[in-house]
């Protein structure tokens, strides 16, 4: 999979050369570039942001140097999937991000700062609108590293043996994660649960799954009898 993020602030990107996600790279199972759309202005200043038409506090992104990335990107591969993050866009749930792995190799991700981009950018050249939540941040650049992070999961061979996904949070029943415990038995004078201590299987497995029921149906009932998509 390839992924393009067309940025003002390329150094917060730093932050995909940890882990699972450097990993992964230096595996070529993902192979993420950072663009710098300032890279492409025209304007003999530099600037990528001009004043709202219509007035009102804050700056907008420039089309010009946003559209010629957005194009420079497009050819490397031939095409690509562009996704703007903006809290306007369509909640991004667990189902959308399995479909994004699966039905693009090349995602382009646009990420507005500011008070967002030119609407031109989103009719010309934006295929989707996504949001990572209800809630307001001061650029799109950590709702794409959220993306970059959710998607990876699905890319095959990423995760390793230790750290697949069969049974967490929404990947295959929907349902929150059941509570887990490590050494030491007593902790704090806390006691693991004694069904995991006991080695027998179908009894942890018939507790986890009543753990899990119970928690989901206490903090996110609106998870239960709900498609994921
Ligand atoms: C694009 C358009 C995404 C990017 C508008 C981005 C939350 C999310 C941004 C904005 C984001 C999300 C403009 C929204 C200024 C906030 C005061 C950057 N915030 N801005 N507004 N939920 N912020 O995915």
Same mark, same amino acid.
């Given at each position: 999979? !390839?992924?393009?993020?067309?940025? =003002?602030?390329?150094?917060?990107?730093?932050? =995909? $050369?940890?882990?699972? &996600?450097?990993?992964?790279?230096?595996? $070529?199972?993902?192979?993420?570039? #950072?663009?710098?759309?300032?890279? @492409?202005?025209? $304007?003999? $200043?530099?600037?990528?942001?001009?004043? /709202? @038409?219509? *007035?009102?506090?804050?700056?907008?992104?420039?089309?010009?140097? &946003?559209?010629?990335? #957005?194009?420079?990107?497009?050819?490397? /591969?031939?095409?690509?999937?562009?996704?703007?993050?903006?809290?306007?866009?369509?909640?991004?749930?667990?189902? !959308?991000? %399995?479909? &994004?792995?699966?039905?693009?190799?090349?995602?382009?991700?646009?990420?507005?700062?500011?008070? *967002?981009?030119?609407?031109?950018?989103?009719?010309?050249?934006?295929?989707?609108?996504?949001?990572?939540?209800?809630?307001?941040?001061?650029?799109?650049?950590?709702?794409?590293?959220? =993306?970059?992070?959710?998607?990876?999961? @699905?890319?095959?061979?990423?995760?390793?043996? %230790?750290?697949?996904?069969?049974?967490? /949070?929404?990947?295959?029943?929907?349902?929150?994660? @059941?509570?887990?415990?490590?050494?030491?038995?007593?902790?704090?004078?806390?006691?693991?649960?004694?069904?995991? &201590?006991?080695?027998?299987?179908?009894?942890?497995?018939?507790?986890?799954?009543?753990?899990?029921?119970?928690?989901?149906? !206490?903090?996110?009932?609106?998870?239960?009898?709900?498609?994921? !998509?």
């Amino acid at each position: 999979m !390839k992924i393009d993020i067309l940025t =003002l602030f390329p150094e917060m990107f730093d932050a =995909l $050369n940890c882990s699972i &996600l450097a990993r992964a790279q230096k595996n $070529n199972l993902i192979d993420i570039s #950072i663009t710098n759309i300032r890279d @492409y202005t025209k $304007n003999k $200043n530099k600037r990528c942001d001009d004043y /709202s @038409y219509g *007035g009102g506090a804050g700056m907008i992104m420039t089309p010009q140097p &946003l559209y010629d990335a #957005i194009n420079a990107v497009k050819k490397i /591969s031939g095409d690509g999937y562009v996704i703007y993050l903006s809290p306007k866009g369509t909640l991004l749930k667990q189902g !959308k991000v %399995e479909k &994004l792995a699966k039905e693009h190799n090349h995602l382009i991700l646009v990420c507005g700062h500011y008070e *967002g981009i030119d609407e031109r950018i989103i009719e010309l050249c934006v295929d989707e609108e996504i949001s990572i939540g209800d809630y307001v941040l001061t650029g799109g650049e950590l709702p794409a590293m959220v =993306l970059v992070d959710a998607v990876a999961r @699905y890319i095959p061979n990423v995760l390793g043996n %230790e750290e697949t996904t069969n049974e967490e /949070s929404f990947s295959t029943n929907g349902l929150l994660e @059941y509570p887990q415990y490590t050494r030491p038995s007593v902790f704090m004078g806390l006691e693991v649960p004694q069904v995991l &201590l006991n080695g027998n299987h179908g009894e942890v497995a018939k507790w986890r799954e009543e753990q899990a029921k119970a928690l989901t149906s !206490k903090r996110r009932p609106d998870l239960l009898n709900k498609d994921k !998509k």
